[in-house]
């Protein structure tokens, strides 16, 4: 089977790599932030690329694509390329741990940072063809009363950029849909990402990354195969010989993407980052 990676000259704002190597610029951390929710920012603290939060030993962690505070808020910002059906629950685990790392610095309840969790989807993530959905808590029986706890969940579904009214909105959803810059701030974004890929350390960074891939897949697959040929011998018959020899390589090709990913998740890569590279499921890799 023959494996084929994005070249590096393909790659957009909205693969995985090139946006936490764009939002390292501070001044296009906060102008996506400022038009994704209508707000200005204040100074960023520190902006933390796949920050991981794992407060208690035995608790599940969670690697974060872009993590950042300024002085009364924070924000996580995620790239979503598919739609898992616990997207929903992944957004209140996500946003639950950040409170508990704010907690842990030693802050108390009042203290606590109003905090978004925001989703950029490339597909619609509830299919009913909104640029956005917002999600903050409100009383069931009243309709109108907030429970005002200073927490929001928003996603953005980038292909319905043409009904947000917003004219800088829509410009950066139109962007991350279509890669096409019609506004002077998406027109930086897409003159970083040009740099980005002419720049040697990047390209080479990235290109390492999946040459190390394709030898860890290939070396697990000539394991595999020696096995199953050795496998196939002992059975003493012709379709014993062809089955180990599928098995094997099978299993040889498993191990290459379970050692793929520790490596990927020694890096602090996001699990989704690891299933997308690696084509194993979010449950293996959490078991790694």
């Not at 629950?89 to 108390?108: A, E, F, I, P």
């Not at 109003?114 to 069931?140: H, K, M």
């Not at 927490?151 to 991350?176: H, I, M, R, T, W």
Request: one cysteine or more.
């Amino acid at each position: 089977m023959e494996y084929t990676h994005k070249p590096v000259e393909e790659l957009s704002f909205t693969d995985d790599f090139m946006f936490g190597t764009v939002m390292k610029n501070k001044r296009i951390c906060k102008g996506v932030l400022e038009r994704l929710l209508h707000i200005k920012v204040g100074k960023i603290e520190y902006p933390s690329l796949q920050k991981t939060i794992a407060p208690f030993y035995e608790s599940k962690g969670i690697r974060l694509d872009v993590y950042v505070s300024e002085p009364q808020r924070i924000f996580d910002i995620e790239i979503q390329t598919s739609i898992p059906p616990s997207l929903p629950k992944r957004t209140r685990y996500y946003q639950s741990l950040m409170d508990v790392d704010n907690l842990l610095r030693g802050q108390n309840y009042a203290e606590l940072k109003e905090s978004y969790v925001i989703f950029i989807c490339t597909q619609d993530p509830f299919g009913e063809g909104l640029p956005v959905y917002t999600f903050r808590n409100v009383c069931s029986e009243d309709g109108t009363l907030f429970l005002d706890d200073k927490s929001a969940k928003v996603f953005y579904n980038v292909g319905a950029y043409g009904k947000e009214d917003e004219p800088e909105l829509s410009a950066l959803l139109q962007y991350l849909c279509e890669r096409r810059a019609t506004s002077g701030f998406t027109q930086h974004i897409d003159e970083l990402v040009e740099k980005a890929k002419r720049n040697e350390k990047f390209r080479s960074w990235y290109m390492s990354l999946n040459i190390r891939e394709d030898d860890l897949r290939m070396a697990g697959e000539k394991i595999g195969f020696e096995r199953g040929v050795a496998a196939g011998v002992r059975k003493g018959r012709r379709d014993g010989l062809l089955e180990g020899r599928r098995d094997g390589i099978a299993a040889g090709a498993y191990q290459a993407k379970r050692e793929t990913a520790k490596i990927l998740s020694g890096m602090q890569l996001s699990i989704e980052v690891i299933a997308k590279a690696t084509g194993l499921s979010e449950a293996e890799i959490e078991k790694l």
